[in-house]
Nanobody
Framework: QVQLVESGGGLVQPGGSLRLSCAAS????????MGWYRQAPGNQRELVAD???????NYADSVKGRFTISRDNAKNTVNLQMNSLKPEDTAVYYC???????????????WGQGTQVTVSS
């Protein structure tokens, strides 16, 4: 199957930056879209940004101009550069990949375990 491992979360002051990374591994045939969701306590999980295999991107209105998503298809990685962070960006961030595993007939959505981002002074 496909496993996703995130890294790069932590505590940062308002106005600061963090870079999240996510690496996919396992029996991967092909990865289509990749992206990031986040979930704050008491809130539903929401899409932060996603990127197609051809590098077309989509961002939540709340992060446009502050966050940048990128990917490396050869390494099966996706990154999220987060600048000008605000306290309301505090959440657990989850990466995902829409991928087809070796021997599978269909694409499925795979999730990472989540990484905590806390923005606080």
């Amino acid at each position: 199957q496909v496993q996703l491992v995130e890294s790069g979360g932590g505590l940062v002051q308002p106005g600061g930056s963090l870079r999240l990374s996510c690496a996919a591994s396992g029996s991967i045939f092909r990865i289509d879209a990749m992206g990031w969701y986040r979930q704050a306590p008491g809130n539903q999980r929401e899409l932060v940004a996603d990127i197609t295999r051809g590098a077309s991107t989509n961002y939540a209105d709340s992060v446009k101009g502050r966050f940048t998503i990128s990917r490396d298809n050869a390494k099966n990685t996706v990154n999220l550069q987060m600048n000008s962070l605000k306290p309301e960006d505090t959440a657990v961030y989850y990466c995902y990949a829409v991928a087809k595993a070796d021997g599978s007939r269909r694409y499925e959505m795979y999730w990472g375990q989540g990484t905590q981002v806390t923005v606080s002074s």
